[in-house]
């Protein structure tokens, strides 16, 4: 009754960041209701995926054998099933695109209240929970009046769990309904630009309006080879469609936590910075030193792009 269940996500065959995330929050949440941490597994190759996710502070790891993707249906059936045999205090579940779809769904089935989008979580015999509104402008604080809730976690706002756990491995065996199956996902289609999925990248070089002019992009370019980079934007260079939708960092676009952050002609507007503030060191290339980049950058180097990018080319041995 002071668990916290949280759910897993996967896709392809690959663990997302989210589910290392989400058992850091659970267990913070859990040190504070003095529960265990449970996390739930559900679809695909769930031993791989448990043994994944199988790290420090994880207390029980329960998986489900159903289907081989996500599933709408099977999600809810299974969720709403496991809370129900494990009785946890809350559950948490990723707010992602999967989260999004089924959390509703299962938090109906189980008459309980959700907080959507969560970016902190504190429980003192009642959980408050932490939104943020207006692309990071404004913090809601939602106090939850009943004992037991679901709550969905924004990715990228906790630290992901680190160090192999001990946690009990259990199948547990979902009495899914297949009439109940409404929705199947028959293939997946890749976007134009392939399969760059820049939230998962380690090294960002991210462009903005300070590039001018599409052919610029040719500079930009050579310094993502040079250097090995994933090459991403702020929401303008897109909006021009100079680049793919899928390279958009930001409120409306990706959520990313590279290690490293390499802001070009960005000047760091607030629905940018919600999408590239987890990153691990930022840095800057900009002309006004007063941009608002600059109060979240770790380096930067106040000139002129078309000044400095070639040398850096240079430097790392590119054309
Ligand atoms: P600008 O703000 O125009 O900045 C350009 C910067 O380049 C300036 O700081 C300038 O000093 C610098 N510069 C110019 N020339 C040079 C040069 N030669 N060398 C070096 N520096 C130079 N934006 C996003 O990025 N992602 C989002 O997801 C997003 N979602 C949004 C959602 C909503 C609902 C709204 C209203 C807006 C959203 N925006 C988003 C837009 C956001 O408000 C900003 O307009 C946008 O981020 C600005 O992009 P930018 O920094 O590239 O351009």
Redesign the pocket.
């Known amino acids: 009754m002071t668990d916290v269940l949280a759910v897993t996500e996967h896709r392809r065959g690959d663990v997302r960041d989210v589910s290392y995330e989400i058992a850091t929050a659970a267990r913070q949440l859990a040190d504070e209701t003095g529960g265990d941490v449970h996390l739930a597994v559900i679809g695909g190759d769930v031993d791989t995926v448990a043994d994944q996710v199988n790290r420090e502070g994880v207390d029980a790891i329960h998986t489900v054998d159903e289907g081989e993707e996500f599933n709408h249906d099977i999600y809810t059936q299974a969720v709403e099933q496991l809370y129900a045999e494990l009785d946890p205090q809350f559950l948490l579940a990723p707010n992602s695109v999967n989260g999004m779809d089924y959390v509703p769904a299962s938090a109906e089935g189980l008459d309980l209240p959700l907080v959507t989008d969560a970016v902190d979580l504190e429980y003192n015999g009642n959980l408050t929970v932490t939104r943020e509104q207006y ?1 990071g402008k404004v913090e809601t604080t939602i106090d939850v009046a009943e004992d037991n809730a679901v709550v969905t976690i924004r990715p990228a706002e906790w630290a992901q769990a680190e160090g192999a756990g001990d946690a009990d491995v259990q199948a547990f065996d979902a009495d899914i309904d297949e009439s109940q199956i409404k929705t199947a996902i028959t293939g997946y289609e890749e976007v134009a630009s392939g399969d760059v999925d820049i939230s998962e990248a380690e090294f960002l070089v991210s ?6 002019e599409e052919e610029n992009l040719q500079l930009i370019e050579a310094l993502v080879e040079a250097t090995d980079a994933t090459l991403s ?5 897109v909006d021009s469609g100079w680049l793919p939708k899928n390279r ?6 990706k959520v990313v936590t590279p290690d490293v952050y390499i802001a ?9 910075v ?2 590239m503030k987890g990153a691990e060191t930022i840095i800057a ?4 030193p007063n ?1 608002p ?1 600059m109060d979240i950058a770790d380096y930067a180097i106040v ?4 000044d ?1 990018v070639p040398p850096l080319i240079e430097e790392f041995g590119g054309t």
């Open positions: 692309g462009i903005g309006r300070g590039i001018e934007s702020s929401r303008p260079i958009q960092v930001g409120q409306s676009g070009i002609g960005i000047s760091g507007a607030v629905q940018h919600a999408g290339i900009n002309t006004d941009a980049i000139d002129d792009l078309f400095v």
